[in-house]
């Protein structure tokens, strides 16, 4: 590593530490953050740190919104929660959050229809959000239409609403038309329900690089929208908008060059 890059691991160390009075760098670490060792020498996979850069960046982004205690609360809390599904909670919640909207994170009530992972508000309008991540498994068009009927139950039907699914990194390998898979599953599942005013599936790619232990990752939205949606999103741009692809990232990842942002 760079002394640059070990700056910004330090940086997003500290941001953790300060936010949640944790760190992730003890024994036994989480297996989302993928703590792997890549040769003889004890090496760390570059997975690592980008992950610890991840969880810094993101609870640095939220820091101002109205929901940031309650993501923290649910990050401290991993003897009951998975880690891997409480980052991805949050990190939807920053998608939001850089298109102006505002973030309110509630508790888990146990009550249907009112246990839902967060709601984002922007220029009057309320969008309910319910984040899944789906286990490493083998995904149907079954199980994923199942997992959004089970999270369609806890959102309620008075304001409009959106799932995200969060697909484990294996279902990206697969060598299948995915684009047309989850378009066909989306719509499918609209069939039978109104409520939800939007699918949005988030997976992630990584490249790896001839370099031992040096490679990349993106995050790759594939948005779906309910075009008989009970009540009408006001504004639905923000969903289809690029925001984690560029020319410059695409360049980054073709070159191995890393870029500031």
Known sequence: KSDRSLLYLEAAGGVIAEYLEKGFFGPNPDEFLEH??????????????????????????????????????????????????????????????????????RRETKVKREDFDFEAVREGEQINVEVTALADQVIS???????????????????????????????????????LFLFVTANEFFVESKRINAIVFLAERVFDSTKPGV?????????????????PLKDAKFLFEAQFDSPLMRQALKDQFPIES
Do not use: H
Request: one cysteine or more.
């Open 36 to 105: 792997k060792i890549i040769n003889e020498t004890g090496d760390i996979g570059y997975m690592f740190p980008l992950r610890i850069l991840l969880i810094g960046e993101t609870l640095f982004s939220l820091r101002n919104c109205p929901g940031f205690l309650e993501f923290c609360r649910r990050l401290k809390n991993q003897a009951n929660r998975n880690l891997r599904s409480t980052f991805f909670e949050m990190w939807v919640a920053k998608y939001f959050f850089r298109s102006g909207f505002e973030i309110y994170a």
């Open 141 to 179: 068009k079954n199980t994923i239409i199942n997992a959004l009927r089970n999270k369609r139950k806890q959102l309620p039907d008075t304001a409009p609403a959106i799932i995200f699914v969060i697909f484990p990194r294996s279902f990206t390998d697969l060598k299948k038309e995915w684009d």
């Open 215 to 231: 490679g990349g990752f993106a995050f790759i939205p594939k948005p779906y929208p309910n075009m008989n949606a009970r009540i």
